[in-house]
C-alpha cells in the first residue's frame, strides 16, 4: 500500500534516458537552424555579389573577388558537416 513512497531505483536511469533524448533533439534542431542560417548566408553574399556587378559593371572586379582569388579557403568556407554517429564526431573537430 506505501509502495508509491518508497524509492524506485530505475527513476533516476528513466529521467537520464529522457534527458538524453531532449538533447539529441536540441542538437539536431540546432544543426538543421545552423545549415539554414549558413545557406542564407551564402544567398546574401551571391545577392551582394550581384548587386555590386550591377551597380559597377561586369568588368569591374569587386574587392572581395580579388582577395577571395588570392586567398587560401579558410575553415569556415567549407560546407558543414554533421555526423550522428560517434565515430565520426573525431575528424569533424579535426577540421575546425
Known amino acids: 500500500m506505501f509502495n508509491f513512497f518508497q524509492f524506485n531505483r530505475n527513476s533516476h536511469l528513466r529521467r537520464a534516458m529522457a534527458l538524453l533524448e531532449e538533447a539529441h533533439m536540441a542538437r539536431l534542431e540546432h544543426q538543421a ?8 548566408a551564402r544567398m546574401y553574399a551571391d545577392r551582394a555579389k550581384r548587386l555590386e556587378r550591377e551597380i559597377y559593371g561586369s568588368a569591374h572586379h569587386t574587392l572581395q573577388e580579388s582577395a577571395a582569388a588570392t586567398l587560401p579557403k ?8 554533421y555526423a550522428l554517429d560517434t565515430a565520426r564526431q573525431g575528424q569533424d573537430s579535426k577540421i575546425s
Open 33 to 40: 537552424a545552423a545549415e539554414h542560417h549558413a545557406a542564407l
Open 74 to 81: 579558410v575553415a569556415h568556407d567549407k560546407p558543414a558537416l
